[in-house]
Structures are given as C-alpha cells and as structure tokens.
C-alpha cells in the first residue's frame, strides 16, 4: 500500500503540452469516428498523431461509442482522455479531409496553434449543400425500385419517398433517437407505398418498398461488424453486430405495420428487372449513395464505376447458379480489391470507395420478402430469406477481409523494403 502512495506521490503530473497534444489527436480520432471511419484506422490515427508530437508511448482503444487514450511524453508527462461518442453517419468527404491532416502531421508536424486551427477549419467544411443530398435520395430511391423490377411510375413514387426519409433524417431532436428514426421512416415509406398501389397510382408496391428499404438497410455495417469479428476485433464487432440487428428489426417492424395496417396486397417480391436496368440501377445507386454519403466530386465516376463492375459479378455469378455466399464473396473480392487501388492511388481511406461500391448487393430484397412471409405465417419461407440475406452479408465479409489481409500483408513487405534502403 505505501509503495503504492509513493508511486503516485511521485507520478509526475499531466502536462498543457500532453493534455494538448492527446486532445487535439482525439479531435480527428472523434471527427473521423463521427464520418463512419473504421474502429482501427481511428485507434492507428490518434497514436500516429501523438507520435508525431513526440509521445513515447501511446495507448488507444476505440469502440463505436468511446475512444479512450492516453500518452506519455518522454519527458515523463502525461496525459488520458476519454471521448463519448454520438451520433455516427458516413460523412466520406470529413472523413477523407481528417485522414489527410493525420497524414500531413505524421510527415511534418505544424506546430499545435496551427493544427487545431486546420482542425476547427475542417469541422466547418461542407461539399455539397443539402439539396444535393436530397436529391441523391431520390435518386438512389428510384434507381433501385427500376432494379427491383419496378415501373418508372413506381420509381417516381420511390424518389418521393426518398426525399421524405432524407427530411426526417435531417429533423434533430433529443426526443428521437436513430433507432426511432429508423422505425419512423420506415413506417411512412411502407404507408406511402401502399396507399399509392391501393389508389392505383403505384403498380408494384414491393418493388417501391425495396427500393426505399435500401436507404436505410445496415446490410453493409452487418458485413464491416463480421470482418471485425474474423480479424480478432472481437468487442467492437460483436456491437456493431447487436447494433445492424436492432437497427434491421426497427426497419422490419416499420414497415411490417405499414403492411398490416394499409398493405394487405402487397405480395413478394417476385422477379428483378431486365439485366440492363439491372446494372443501370446498380451504376446510378451506387453513385447516389456517394452523394448521400458525402463522397468528394473526383470519386464520384470510379464509384458508379465500381457499382457496375459489384453487381456484374454478382450478376454473373448468380446466372451461373452460384449460391448468394459465392455470389457475394466473388463480387466483395471485386469491390474491396477495386477500393485498395483507387485508395492508394487517390491518396485516400479505403472505406471512401468501398461503402458506395457495395451498395449494389446489400440485401434488401432479402430482407423484404422476410417482412412479407412472417406477416403472411409463413415461418419457412421468412428463414429462407433470412438465410439469404445473413449468407450474403457473410460472403461480404470475406471477400473483403481476404483482399484486406493479402494487401496489409504487400504493403508491410513493401514498408519493410523501403525502410532497409
């Protein structure tokens, strides 16, 4: 006990310099957090950062809700932070511009007056204003109901849909949380499906609610959560596993009472559309999630690119009778394995191209016909589709853990090559 007292009587105490240094790292560790950036590219940047200012050592650890860290200089002055974390959205153009700054510090460090300014300036930027987005709502909206085999008359509806979860999105109240969010749009985009069909202004009530299901379905967050978990990530991925469950139980159950209340012709999904509206859909959704997702104007071709090039595989895979897991793991190889070169190329995160690229196989249609069988008692079909929809988030998952160990493993050989010369 007295060497304890001792211990801590002789500790030295926390330094401004510390104190300012690990906070001004947990600004771009938080910012980019917020922009939907990976758990370890945030726990790598908050310590490189650190390091950069002239830390010793260095700990971190990250979950979706809390960054907690702590630095020791050489000196022996130190310093431990925490940070709450609320409200994550995928913001890839803040995440790309933080990225840079961590990069630009760990080449040469400004001084810490400057760097909390670039920061504070940063905070402030904005791409694109909201009519972008909204319109990029609708967009994507209707691109993926002319997938899912609907009339342009039904992707009209869709895209109305669209700019209304996009307004609902943007309404900030303590009183609402995303998960009421996410039960109150769906809620009002399957109500409003059903009433245009039942009206006979809609004709393909599942083919509207499809596509609307694909603005808020977390199918590619359930995939991100299993990679965690198969690279060892074992807290942050079982969240955010608990979490893309929750939040696909508040879509169903959203949308299951539209249907029950206002939606009782609304049958499954039967068919897609023709394979060229297929990959147009594919090719224009992709390109409006990047816009939903802030993604920076120069991206913006390589990822409706590589929105084409996800659902082709896919596509091709499948016409071969290929099952929804090697569907989804040859097409994954394709996206991730596309992301890793434009990121290195382009200088920027890999998940600036990966999350819009994969967006083309995110299974909401899955996830619809589940809705439908449960609510129509028919617990075997709803499995089947559960099946599905679970095989093809697994299949994501592998696909890009197998491109991102194979280029983590190059590019450590590269590092290592570089360093010796």
Known sequence: MTNDIEFIKNSPPSSGKADLILCLALDIGEAMLKSGGEINRIE???????????ACNAEVFTLPSVIIAAIRLENGEYSSQTRRIKGISNNLFKLELFNNISREVCKAPPSLDELRAR?????????YPP?????????????????????????LIAAFIGVAIFLIDQTKTPAI????????????????????VIFGIGSD????????????????????????????????????IVRACISAFMIALGYSVSMILVGKGILPNA????????????????????????????????????????????????????????????????????AEVLARTLKAPTIVFLVPCAIPIVPGGSLYNAMVSLISKAPSSALSH??????????MACGIMAVSVVFGLL???????KNKR
Do not use: W
Not at 139 to 152: C, E, I
Not at 217 to 233: E, H, K, Q, S, Y
Not at 411 to 417: E, S
């Open 131 to 155: 009519i972008v987005r909204l319109f990029a709502s609708a967009l994507a909206a209707l691109a993926f109901t002319l997938f899912f085999g609907g009339s342009l008359g039904d992707g």
């Open 271 to 338: 068919a897609l559309n023709t394979a060229p509206l297929q990959l147009v859909g594919a090719t224009v959704g992709a390109l409006a999630f990047a816009l939903i997702f802030n993604a920076h104007p120069r991206h913006l071709i390589p990822v409706a690119l590589g929105g084409f090039g996800t659902y082709f595989i896919y596509f091709l895979c499948d016409s071969l009778g290929a099952s929804p897991f090697i569907c989804a793991v040859f097409s994954s190889l394709f996206f991730a394995l596309f």
């Open 44 to 54: 790598d940047t908050v310590e490189r950062v650190c390091r950069a200012y002239g």
């Open 411 to 417: 590019f450590g050989v590269i590092t290592k090559r």
């Open 119 to 127: 920061i504070e300036k940063a905070k402030r930027k904005r791409i």
């Open 177 to 196: 949380n995303q998960m009421a969010k996410l039960a109150i749009n769906s809620f009002i985009a399957g109500a409003i499906a059903c009433i245009s």
């Open 386 to 395: 559960i099946s599905t929809a679970v095989q093809i988030g697994l299949g």
């Open 205 to 240: 009530g599942a083919a509207i609610i499809i596509g609307t299901v694909m603005l808020l379905i977390p199918g590619l967050a359930f995939g991100t959560a299993v990679r965690n978990l198969l690279c060892g990530d074992l807290l942050s991925g079982s969240l955010e």
